[in-house]
């Protein structure tokens, strides 16, 4: 820095104040002050999203297996955060619900079995808050996830409680092949469903809703020589819909049933809280009028009756991640069209990051090799830069599978991002308080906001005449002493809106 522009600094210090003062070795006579010339120096913040899913229905991600105990159970929480975090992961998207069940304290449904292994029984504790904490703690969204209609899964082995909708509303639950559904064609089913998620968005600190694929359930067949279609059972709601009056052909009823659920959960969502983002995951091909050139395979328009581009026409969500879980070089569901495919379905801008099917890496014969992974983010990123994606499921990242996510922090995720904004929703524009810096061991400085806030914070730091990103979780980070001399600082509110920079430099 030269010596006008520390005369200007100065200058400008007596009338913005100091900011910090401090004493320490090595840092003697060292002082930040306000130098408001610098907030437009560092570029924009990079945004990308970067999620994964933790599923915990068959203990696929969390808990490793059921059982353990509410402290082996909460270790394995902060490892599998400290491993995201590490990642440079922004976003959670934790499994809540995995059968009309509750990975959290509810009046509604009973615990799920794949805590403790038997459903119903309390682990001691409520997993939800603390996924929420930590998660916030380290600087990540976490998004709660539920399967809106599955009411038994096929792995589940426990007894089920006698607080589980299938005991007490009996007639809402069908039987299709090895698992229990929740008919979507039963009003008062539909409604429970609805509660459901309200209370948790009500009671929760979470940064989003999010439900994935199942809808009417993926169709079975039966065991004859031509293994016919076995179709839902939902004769007796259909029925009801015929004597009430209703013309809807059989598949455009089911249909409604899903898209009123989706409609009256986003309005919901919208009423209760503002900025909570609701996001869904749906399989990852278009309906097949609707697909490129080239691009086959399972509709789940016809056959699990989500009508998913209607929702996007709709603005009926703020982001959809397609489960585009082929290679780059398959042909029939080629990841590159499909991924513009459903961008081009999206009238109202929403976000599309799409899934990626990360645990297809692993020690099988067919398993992927970590370069997939690596060039289905090179090619989202060049298609549409400053989207996102999320990886299924945080297993493979931390286990770190052939090296992944080795590759990862040493390439696309070198540097933090921040979560795109979503400029429809209504955050609040944050307002940034006045930090203290002080000198902390090992020649770093430490940054510390007033107060207690969950919002989270973008920090430039110039070394050595560069800027560099990061990001600062909650209200407080250690900084580099080595070659700092100025640092700019703005909040982020709950929809990824940043708010004025402040500029702060560091003269001798």
Not at 119 to 135: N, R
Not at 284 to 308: C, E, N
Not at 326 to 334: F, M, S
Request: glycine content about 8%; overall charge neutral; some cysteine.
């Amino acid at each position: 820095m030269s010596a006008m522009s520390r005369r200007a600094l100065l200058a400008g210090a007596a009338s913005a104040g100091l900011v910090a003062c401090t004493t320490g070795p090595g840092l003697a006579g060292s002082r930040w002050v306000a130098a408001p010339e610098l907030a437009n120096l560092p570029p924009p913040a990079p945004r990308e999203f970067r999620a994964a899913w933790v599923a915990t229905v068959a203990n696929i991600d969390w808990p490793s297996r059921k059982g353990l105990s509410a402290a082996e159970q909460q270790a394995e929480v902060l490892a599998l955060l400290d491993q995201a975090a590490a990642l440079k992961l922004n976003a959670i998207i934790l499994q809540i619900r995995t059968s009309a069940d509750a990975l959290y304290e509810s009046a509604l449904e009973p615990w799920s079995e794949y805590l403790t292994g038997t459903q119903g029984l309390s682990p001691g504790y409520d997993p939800l808050a603390l996924w929420i904490d930590e998660a916030h703690r380290r600087g990540i969204e976490l998004h709660a996830w539920f399967n809106p209609f599955r009411a038994r899964q096929s792995s589940a082995t426990s007894a089920l409680a006698g607080k589980h909708l299938s005991q007490t509303q009996p007639d809402w639950v069908k039987r299709y092949g090895d698992q229990l559904w929740i008919d979507p064609g039963e009003p008062g089913a539909a409604a429970h469903t609805l509660a459901v998620f309200m209370d948790v968005l009500q009671r929760y600190d979470v940064d989003g809703i999010h439900i994935d694929d199942y809808f009417y359930p993926y169709p079975i067949n039966d065991s004859s020589p031509g293994k016919a279609e076995i179709d839902f059972p939902d004769q007796p709601s259909w029925q009801r819909y015929l004597d009430g009056g209703g013309t809807l052909a059989r598949a455009d009823w089911r249909r409604k049933n899903v898209d009123d659920l989706i409609e009256q959960l986003y309005r919901g969502i919208r009423q209760t809280k503002p900025w909570a983002r609701f996001g869904i995951s749906p399989f990852g091909l278009p309906r097949p009028d609707l697909r490129p050139p080239g691009i086959s395979g399972f509709s789940q328009y016809h056959k699990l009756y989500a009508d998913v581009e209607r929702w996007l026409a709709k603005g009926w969500l703020d982001y959809l991640v397609p489960q585009l879980y082929w290679p780059i070089a398959q042909r029939p569901q080629a990841f590159a069209p499909l991924l513009e495919a459903w961008h081009g379905l999206n009238p109202k801008g929403r976000h599309v990051w799409p899934g990626l099917f990360t645990s297809r890496i692993n020690d099988k014969p067919d398993s992927w090799q970590p370069e997939e992974i690596l060039n289905q983010i090179a090619l989202v990123r060049e298609q549409r830069p400053g989207s996102g994606h999320a990886h299924f499921s945080m297993v493979a990242l931390s286990q770190n599978r052939k090296g992944l996510a080795d590759a990862l922090k040493a390439g696309p995720y070198a540097e933090p991002a921040l979560v795109p904004e979503t400029p429809w929703l209504a955050g609040g524009a944050p307002a940034l308080q006045v930090p203290t810096l002080m000198s902390a061991p090992g020649g770093q400085w430490r940054i510390k906001l007033p107060g207690k806030t969950n919002l989270r914070h973008a920090l430039w730091l110039r070394q050595d005449g560069s800027w560099r990103f990061m990001t600062m979780a909650q209200n407080a980070a250690l900084l580099p002493a080595a070659g700092l001399d100025a640092i700019v600082l703005s909040a982020i509110d709950r929809v990824g809106q940043e708010g004025l920079r402040a500029g702060y430099a560091l003269l001798p």
